[in-house]
C-alpha cells in the first residue's frame, strides 16, 4: 500500500459544476497538506496549503484535512474549464535531517467541459 | 521572471551518455528539493538541499546520480550511464523555510521541469 493513495480518473464534469477531489493517506507523521495543479507538461503549481484538520477557503478552492481518518479532499465550486488539469495532493512531516519533503498522490486528472 | 527556472527544457540522449541538467532556484530560498515524476505518476522525492550542504537523499537516487549546490544557488544533478528507465521529467523546487510558533511552513515552488528521453 502507497503512504498516500489517489484516484487517478479521469473526471469528467459541466462547467459550473463543483468538483470534490480526494486523498487518503496512511503515515501519521504528515502534519502538512497541500493541493497542487499541474497543467499537461509543466511543474506542479501550489493551490492549498493546510495544518491541521477543519477547513480552509480561498476563492472557488476549499480545502479540508481530516486528520482522525486520515483523508483530505479539495473542492472545486463554479469549476471552469480553465481548471481543466492534473491536480495532485501532497502531505509532509518533518524528516528529521532538515526537509520537509513532499509525498505525492498519483495525480486526478480533471476535464472542465463547456 | 523570478520564478525557479529548469535548464534544458528537453534532453533526449542516448542510452549509456552522461546528461546534467541545472536548476536556479527563487534567488532568497535557502532550500532546494529535486523530485522525479514519471508518466501518470505524482513526482518522488529525491534528494534536498539546505544551502550548499546535501542533508537528504532517496534510496531512488542510485549511485549513478550525483547532485551539487556549490555556494548555495543554482543546482545541478547529473546522471550518469543513462538507462531507459531513467526516463522521466525532473522538477527542482525551491523554499524558504518560515517558523510560526511550533509550526514550520516550507512552502516548496516547482520549476518547470526537465523532460528526459533516453533512447
Known amino acids: 500500500q502507497k503512504e498516500v493513495e489517489q484516484d487517478p480518473g479521469p473526471l469528467s464534469v459541466p462547467e459550473g459544476a463543483i468538483v470534490s477531489l480526494n486523498c487518503t493517506y496512511s503515515?501519521?507523521?504528515?502534519?502538512?497538506f497541500m493541493w497542487y495543479r499541474q497543467y499537461s507538461r509543466k511543474g506542479p503549481e501550489l493551490l492549498m496549503y493546510?495544518?491541521?484538520?477543519g477547513n480552509k477557503e480561498d476563492g472557488r478552492f476549499t480545502a479540508q484535512v481530516d486528520k482522525s481518518s486520515k483523508y483530505i479532499s479539495l473542492f472545486i465550486r463554479d469549476s471552469q474549464p480553465s481548471d481543466s488539469a492534473t491536480y495532485l495532493c501532497?502531505?509532509?512531516?518533518?524528516?528529521?535531517?532538515?526537509?520537509?519533503?513532499?509525498?505525492f498522490g498519483k495525480g486526478t486528472k480533471l476535464s472542465v467541459i463547456p | 521572471d523570478t520564478g525557479v527556472s529548469q535548464d534544458p527544457r528537453h534532453k533526449i540522449t542516448k542510452r549509456g551518455q552522461n546528461v546534467t541538467f541545472r536548476c536556479d532556484p527563487i534567488?532568497?530560498?535557502?532550500?532546494l528539493y529535486w523530485y522525479r515524476q514519471t508518466l501518470g505518476q505524482g513526482p518522488e522525492f529525491l534528494t534536498y538541499?539546505?544551502?550548499?550542504?546535501?542533508?537528504?537523499k532517496s534510496r531512488l537516487l542510485s549511485d549513478r546520480f550525483s547532485a551539487e549546490r556549490p555556494k548555495g544557488s543554482f543546482s545541478t544533478l547529473e546522471i550518469q550511464r543513462t538507462e531507459q528507465g531513467d526516463s522521466a521529467m525532473y522538477l527542482c523546487?525551491?523554499?524558504?523555510?518560515?517558523?510560526?510558533?511550533?509550526?514550520?511552513?516550507?512552502?516548496?515552488?516547482f520549476g518547470p521541469g526537465t523532460r528526459l528521453t533516453v533512447l
Open positions: 523546487a525551491s523554499s524558504l523555510l518560515v517558523r510560526l510558533g511550533d509550526r514550520a511552513r516550507d512552502t516548496q515552488y
Open positions: 503515515n501519521s507523521a504528515f502534519q502538512y
Open positions: 493546510t495544518y491541521s484538520s
Open positions: 501532497a502531505m509532509s512531516g518533518y524528516s528529521g535531517a532538515g526537509s520537509y519533503q513532499l509525498t
Open positions: 534567488s532568497e530560498h535557502n532550500r
Open positions: 538541499f539546505q544551502n550548499e550542504a546535501q542533508l537528504e
